[in-house]
């Protein structure tokens, strides 16, 4: 009787060897697919990089606690006693915002820019990349100078043409108002120059009896 020969050769597959290795294959390019989809999705859905010269906005309220992210936006720390004036200016534009509004060194000028409602809102307060890194105000076309210890704030109009708007003076006074009172800036250090008819002047019909009356002493 014959022996029935059980053992198996030496070069001999297994019927599983060769599935086994495409489902590897299959699994490995899977995982890439899934890891590729994965990281374009993420690309797609991440903010845009931060733009170092990019303006903060404080919208028209009514209320002066609202001014108090001003003192939180810098990103270095505000020195009180720096601060010794506020400079009022116009744009000498009808229209505009911070980053239309350029000095001379193609940087805005100012700390903060208050809107007429054409270019940004009516009495929005656009918060500059100088107040934000508490650097000196440029200067405004048609001014010589203007001291490192002094805050510039525009206002956008022309006001050899007409009065700002009622919102913009409102947000100007309580814009003004707040930094007086936590830098301790008095009336008689805020200033304006009602002369020229350039952006540095503050234009014929600005109300500048009036806004005094509302400031701090």
């Known amino acids: 009787m014959a022996r029935r020969n059980t053992s198996t050769g030496k070069n001999q597959k297994t ?6 290795a495409r489902r590897r294959v299959v699994v490995l390019v899977s995982l890439v697919a899934v890891l590729t989809f994965t990281s374009a999705l993420l690309l797609a859905i991440a903010p845009a990089p931060l733009n170092p010269q990019a303006t903060g906005s404080l919208l028209a309220v009514d209320t002066p606690q609202s001014f108090d992210e001003l003192f939180d936006s810098p990103s270095v720390p505000i020195e009180n006693k720096r601060w010794q004036y506020i400079y009022i200016h116009q744009s000498a534009t009808p229209s505009g915002n911070a980053e239309t509004i350029k000095g001379s060194d193609s ?4 700390h903060f820019v208050i809107g007429n409602g054409d270019g940004c809102g009516d ?5 500059g990349i100088r107040w934000k890194q508490q650097l000196a105000a440029g200067r405004t076309s048609g001014a010589q100078w203007i001291l490192p210890s002094c ?6 109009g022309d006001f050899n043409e007409g009065r700002p708007t009622p919102t ?3 947000q100007l006074v309580q814009l003004v108002t707040a930094l007086q009172a936590r830098l301790h800036v008095p009336g008689s250090r805020i200033f304006f120059d009602p002369k020229p008819a350039t952006p540095a002047g503050i234009g014929a019909y600005f109300p500048a009896r009036d806004f005094r009356d509302q400031v701090l002493p």
């Open 15 to 20: 019927p599983s060897a060769a599935p086994s």
């Open 107 to 110: 940087m805005l000028a100012d």
């Open 123 to 127: 009495g929005e307060v656009q918060i």
């Open 151 to 156: 805050i510039s704030i525009c206002l956008v």
């Open 168 to 170: 913009q003076q409102r």
